[in-house]
């Protein structure tokens, strides 16, 4: 089946260490999406690709980052994580980044900074 | 800039009971609106989306929403609720290259 997949499922990380999250995807999909959510909290977008196109939002902290070496995989790096980085980091993929395009997500990363 | 709004934090419902989660939308033109649902320590699955059309959309496991206009609303529904529907659910609206979230119902659903 055609899904999008994230690496690890839960990833535990020590305070100011890099940490990098994976996420693949076999649907193809120029856009791949990085969203971070809090406990609680809505999804909220941290930024996306269009094929090789990066997009950040403009209150996405420069702690993140993000890299894109082919259509399928997409990666998030966190240079310094602090406590307040720790959260659920959902990946998603859409066809082209018109408005209404369906996003599909990935199961997600946990991550817990200590 | 597009919002939405779930008013609803946490419901309770029993379960064969009816469910109704409120959503309610900030949009200046024709909104494109999706309900998703998230198990916990999951990602998040569409159950059903609006673009344009007739007003009552159906959706996977049983769930329909309906758009009012008039009201910008676009509530969530089901006939009769399972134990297997407890989790969170969230109302978004496309916004451009973006989809904008509620803050999320999380659905208990008691015996």
């Known amino acids: 089946d055609a899904m999008v997949i994230q690496n690890p499922r839960y990833q535990v990380t020590q305070f100011g260490k890099p940490v990098t999250l994976s996420c693949s995807q076999t649907l193809n999909h120029n856009v791949m999406y990085w969203y971070q959510q809090k406990s609680s909290q809505a999804p909220k977008l941290l930024f996306h690709y269009y094929d090789k196109d990066f997009n950040n939002e403009a209150d996405t902290p420069d702690n993140f980052q993000s890299r894109r070496p082919n259509t399928s995989f997409c990666f998030l790096d966190i240079r310094s994580p602090g406590l307040g980085d720790a959260a659920m980091y959902l990946c998603a993929t859409s066809r082209t980044s018109g408005t209404g395009e369906t996003q599909y997500f990935g199961p997600g990363t946990r991550l817990l900074v200590l | 800039a597009q919002s939405v709004t779930q008013p609803d934090i946490h419901i309770t419902v029993s379960e064969g009971a009816s469910l109704e989660l409120r959503c309610n939308y900030s949009?200046?033109?024709?909104?494109?609106l999706f309900w998703y649902v998230q198990s916990p320590g999951q990602g998040l699955q569409l159950l059903l989306k609006?673009?344009?059309?007739?007003?009552l959309v159906q959706g996977i496991k049983g769930f329909e929403a309906e758009f009012k206009r008039s009201q910008s609303s676009f509530n969530l529904r089901k006939p009769s609720v399972h134990w297997s529907d407890a989790a969170e659910y969230f109302c978004a609206v496309a916004g451009f290259q973006k989809l904008v979230f509620g803050t999320g119902t999380r659905l208990l659903v008691s015996p």
């Open positions: 949009y200046g033109a024709t909104p494109y």
């Open positions: 609006y673009f344009s059309g007739d007003t």
